[in-house]
């Protein structure tokens, strides 16, 4: 009979100083262990429970854990305390940031940029808040301050690019924007290929492109492929399997691949290769010479789209069809303040002659019930992009944030309404309701950081006035119908 195993003892905890114990907490956060970050300074707490150090440190645990607006408060406590910590300041911008408080944000970032004028990454912070509040000749100074102490720095040279293309100075902005893939987790575009990357001159072997950014930005600069065919000897797409069947037509000879694999038997005879939104700056776009067809240059299937509008029609008989999304990819860096509340865009379901259809997929197709019946929900019947290509074109109108639905609405020629929020992406430019890379869309712009109520009032009074509109002009073409017979 063996003996009884001894009782287990724990071991004692070991006592570690304060700045250890704060050097360890966020070295567990930084990987992403927020609860053993949260034990470690509980243990901090105990000895010294009135450390500003404390109040940084669950700051960030705060944010990472997406709940910004204790991170916001606990910032506020920690630079109170401390308040001569630029990087502090930097931390507080972030998180004032991605909470929507811009004017907290902008005054963090000039209090960091104040505190250490000789470290460019504060300079970067303040350049991104300055453009997020549609300040762009501060955001444009800001970048160069800091390319003056890091010319290098790859955000510093985004941000600059985005707030001159935002702005319309395109020549100016495309070397800058060719830092965007030295961005900090952008992964590389493509293996080593053995071929030169393209500039636009025009070669006699075959060029590959490759669709290197979103959903959006693909259908977006996809309108340059013909152009980049003339130039080359053949040309081949390598595009998501989502995107392959969109953009075909585009292509001479369909040669889209959909994986690397299917391009590696093609590499030793490529003559170059470029990523798809590297295509503008090769064609040295101007606003003025942005390759937009009002018709567009994507089309859906004549046949789906009747279908479509047979099904549309029947659920709405007489009224305007209008489909809407109000959210898109939660992991965009700016998706807290382009993606609006389902219930904050209720004004547009209360216009008389309209029907609304959710053409929303994701978690937040959920949330249709805040805007109409569920039979006008339509996410869940539209699995790929060439079917929402054919309910668009069924579709008198488009509302949309800025997403993908946005960018292939206007590339088919169909009539959409983009909602905005303040400091938008550069591709929407500054002040204006028109849009230079789709004519007839039309844009609505956010006063407010995040203010979804002023919004759905714009959108909802220009939605009646159209409705309005287009009642009456029925009315005469009837009346003039009636006076003929």
Wanted: proline share 10%.
């Amino acid at each position: 009979m063996s003996a009884p195993a001894p009782p287990c003892i724990p071991e004692p905890e070991v006592p570690l100083p304060l700045s250890e114990l704060l050097r360890l907490a966020e070295a567990e956060r930084a990987a992403g262990r927020s609860e053993a970050a949260a034990a470690l300074l509980a243990r901090a707490e105990a000895v010294a429970p009135a450390h500003p150090g404390l109040a940084q440190a669950r700051s960030l645990i705060a944010f990472q854990q997406g709940e910004f607006a204790r991170a916001l408060a606990l910032s506020a406590a920690a630079v109170a305390a401390e308040p001569n910590r630029p990087g502090w300041w930097r931390n507080r911008c972030t998180i004032a940031e991605r909470a929507g408080d811009y004017a907290a944000a902008l005054e963090a970032a000039e209090r960091a940029a104040a505190l250490d004028p000789n470290d460019a990454d504060l300079w970067h912070a303040l350049a991104v808040v300055r453009y997020r509040l549609e300040r762009t000749d501060g955001a444009e100074a800001a970048a160069r301050a800091a390319l003056r102490l890091d010319p290098a720095h790859p955000g510093a040279n985004v941000i600059l690019a985005e707030t001159l293309l935002q702005r319309g100075d395109f020549a100016a902005a495309w070397p800058y924007y060719e830092h965007r893939f030295r961005l900090r987790g952008v992964p590389p575009v493509a293996p080593a290929l053995g071929c030169a990357v393209w500039n636009g001159t025009p070669i006699a072997g075959r060029l590959l492109v490759v669709a290197d950014q979103g959903y959006g930005d693909a259908i977006q600069f996809a309108r340059y492929l013909p152009w980049a065919a003339g130039r080359a000897g053949a040309i081949t797409l390598l595009a998501t399997p989502e995107l392959a069947p969109l953009l075909a037509p585009l292509v001479p000879g369909g040669d889209i691949r959909t994986g690397w694999e299917a391009v590696a038997a093609d590499c030793p005879g490529l003559a170059a290769w470029i990523p798809l939104s590297g295509l503008p700056r090769c064609a040295a776009t101007l606003p003025a010479t942005i390759p937009a067809a009002p018709a567009g240059y994507l089309r859906a299937e004549p046949g789906a789209v009747a279908a479509w509008r047979a099904r549309l029609a029947a659920l709405a008989p007489g009224q305007r069809l209008v489909g809407v999304v109000w959210a898109g990819r939660a992991t965009h860096p700016n998706d807290a303040s382009r993606s609006a509340p389902a219930a904050s865009l209720a004004p547009l379901a209360g216009v008389p002659g309209v029907a609304l259809f959710g053409l929303q997929h994701g978690p937040a197709a959920a949330d249709w019930p805040a805007l109409g019946p569920p039979e006008r929900a339509l996410g869940a019947d539209i699995s790929d992009f060439p079917t929402l290509a054919a309910a668009l074109t069924a579709l008198d109108l488009l509302i949309s944030i800025d997403s993908a639905p946005a960018h292939l609405a206007g590339a088919l020629g169909v009539p959409a309404w983009v909602m905005l929020p303040l400091g938008p992406d550069w591709r929407w430019g500054l002040g204006t309701a028109a849009c230079a890379w789709y004519p007839g869309m039309r844009l609505f712009r956010m006063r407010r950081p995040r203010d979804w109520t002023g919004m759905a009032a714009m959108v909802a009074a220009a939605l009646a006035d159209q409705a309005a509109i287009s009642a009456r002009t029925c009315a005469a073409e009837a009346a003039a119908s009636a006076s003929r017979s």
